[in-house]
């Protein structure tokens, strides 16, 4: 009877352990979800014409330390002569260096991959200026008329087609580019921005704008907002435009210099070159209205000579950043929370002129 006992004993309590076994066997593993925050800021630096002192500046978004030349740093050379813009898409960082004729391609923390040169039939090399991204392609302006596509596996330049003299910036739309032609250089600026198909590059319209187009952009809906710098000031100040996606017409909305977008949200700034800074502006893309002309709480102090040279929102936090250059010294990036309250400012290099992102994710 006791050895009965003992074997039923035994025998419960193995069933036991393999029931417990069983069960956390079946337990589904425990996901703990990160949430996204921003790793990184990099910050593009013209530099001097003619002078290739252009450069990258890292900020570490957590310990607020600064890395003034990035790229010279990772690389062993100096990045180029007269960069403009920086873009990141997919696993990559692509900037375009104008005065060096070339766009260069790094991993996202500034290694360079490949350097993407484009020439013209004459063996003259295009001038590569502003970039929009989608479709797993970068499209490219190239100033000196055209605008191209880079293919972001081969890392080659694969289609180029002309556009009209001086396009600047571009946005993507339902498979379409939107081009600011600006003519800048030309003895009268021009008046028009450009639609292409974004496969074939081949022309569907111009919708006509005010003089010197430059900076675009476009909202979830689809329409698409032009400043134009007229001729500084001297009859046409710089204004914003938005071109409605149904009509495919242009309407002014206000006077502005730059502009950036988050989530159907456009900042903009209003400094009129050698004048003080008037407006900090947000607009409301959905409602087609301004919430605000001063989304600054606290002032930016202005050294003499001294603007606006690039503005951005962070995607995640919301965060403003906001370059101050005099165009001759290092400058200052400037960072505001949501509310427009001075979070933090930390030096850069010379004029900073455009700003990308780094996350988590």
């Known amino acids: 009877m006791k050895k009965i006992d003992l074997l039923l004993g035994w025998l419960f309590s193995a069933a036991f352990l393999f029931t417990l076994t069983s069960c956390e066997s079946d337990d589904e593993p425990v996901v ?20 290739n002192n252009a450069s990258i500046s890292y900020f570490d978004t957590e310990s607020k330390t600064v890395v003034s030349d990035l790229f010279s740093t990772l690389n062993g050379r100096k990045l180029g002569d007269s960069a403009q813009e920086l873009l990141v898409y997919g696993g ?88 600011a032609v600006s003519e800048g250089m030309a003895t009268t600026p021009g008046t028009k921005v450009a639609v292409l198909d974004a496969t074939t590059l081949a022309e569907i319209t111009k919708i006509d704008v005010l003089m010197n187009p430059t900076e675009i952009l476009s909202d979830s809906q689809g329409d698409v907002y032009v400043i134009s710098m007229g001729d500084y000031g001297n009859t046409l100040n710089n204004t914003l435009q938005r071109i409605d996606k149904q009509t495919q017409k242009s309407t002014v909305l206000m006077e502005a210099t730059t502009m950036t977008m988050k989530n159907d949200t456009l ?14 502006i947000k607009y409301d893309c959905k409602n087609e209205s301004v919430i605000t002309t001063n989304f600054l709480k606290d ?44 979070l933090h400012k930390f030096e850069v290099g010379l004029e900073p002129k455009s700003i990308a992102f780094i996350s988590n994710k």
């Open 32 to 51: 703990v979800e990160v949430p996204e925050q921003t790793e990184g800021v990099f910050v593009l630096n013209r530099g001097n014409f003619k002078e």
């Open 92 to 179: 990559k960082m692509y900037t375009t260096v104008y005065g060096s004729y070339q766009i260069e391609v790094m991993d996202k923390k500034g290694k360079s991959l490949k350097t993407i040169t484009s020439k013209n039939t004459d063996d003259s090399y295009h001038q590569p200026r502003c970039m929009a991204s989608g479709n797993g392609k970068v499209y490219v302006t190239f100033y000196d008329g055209y605008v191209g596509i880079v293919d972001t596996t081969s890392l080659e330049v694969t289609k180029i087609a002309p556009v009209g003299l001086n396009p600047e910036q571009l946005t993507l739309v339902n498979n379409k580019i939107y081009v």
């Open 267 to 280: 900042y903009a700034i209003n400094a009129l070159w050698g004048k003080p800074v008037t407006d900090y």
């Open 299 to 342: 002032a930016i102090t202005y050294p003499v000579g001294a603007n606006p040279s690039c503005l951005a929102v962070d995607p995640v936090t919301g965060n403003i950043y906001i370059g101050v250059s005099d165009f001759k010294t290092n400058s200052d990036m400037h960072i505001f929370s949501p509310e427009g309250k001075l």
